[in-house]
């Protein structure tokens, strides 16, 4: 996508579970003891019968439409896993406060960059900028929203100075050790000498550990840095979400973000919401 002039990756959005149609009738004839009116002969029969997924409702229809008694679609939870989104429509989205979140843990996942800084000390310790291996190898991650080549090259070159900047402050003893694993700290001992970056690189990647490097590295994370995550919703706080995020006066990435879910969003659960949303499924 391209906007203003910049081009911008756009998100992914899958639906990973949606709880039953059902679950809000269900709880609408509850309300009102009129399980009989149902058009659905197993919520006639509720307690005799096992209880079957439907495609369409009359009773909800009418109390999101009409009545807009909106607290019976909140027993109806859809589960999507979403990837590409930058970190500041994340912090956009906690703003809702409605839905629940896990999200991709920036501490246990920045090894691969932390190690290729690693490397690039080993072949490049005597200079003042990254080496074009570091920047290549660090475009090749794709790890920005912004996807202009130039600008990515800029955030590249911050990480590296803001690593560097940590490296000398701290010292690199210090620095591999809270840094790595044990493993990957004695890779650098046996190959600084050497200067085989390329091998450091690769072993060290090669790990199937984990390490959690707490605060000392999050300096590095942009706004333009991408996440991914799972986000749980009920459908009335995706309505709300919706409402406020898909009109043109909504922040770009997060309405890029928005209409992706609901082009994914099954169209029985979109009717009930807002009767503007239309998509394909």
Known sequence: MNYDGIDYSKPDVQVLHAAPLVNGELAGRTCYNSFKQSEHDSIVNFYND??????????????????????????I???????????????????????SYSVKSTRYTMGAIINAFIADMIHNRSNTEPSPWFL??????????VSEPGYVGIEVSTIWMKLKYHWAKI???KFIRISTIKAVGALYYEHKENE???????????????????????????????????MTVNLRSLENFLKLRLPGSAWFQIRM???????VTPSKYTNLIHKGFKNGN
Not at 202 to 229: C, E, M, P, Y
């Open 77 to 99: 939870n859809i589960t999507y896993n979403i990837s590409g989104i930058s970190r500041g429509v994340l912090q956009e989205l906690s703003r809702h406060r409605i839905a």
């Open 196 to 230: 085989e970056h390329l091998l450091f690189y690769s072993k060290a990647n090669s790990s199937k550990q984990k390490r959690n490097v707490g605060d000392s590295f999050k300096h590095i994370v942009s706004d333009n840095w991408k996440t991914d995550l799972v």
């Open 50 to 75: 096992t209880i079957e997924e439907i495609e369409s409702s009359e009773l909800l229809n009418s109390l999101c439409h009409v009545y807009h008694h909106m607290s019976v679609i909140e027993h």
């Open 171 to 173: 010292g690199e003893e």
């Open 257 to 263: 973000l928005a209409n992706k879910i609901l082009e």
């Open 136 to 145: 290549s190898t660090l475009l090749d991650m794709n790890l920005f929203v």
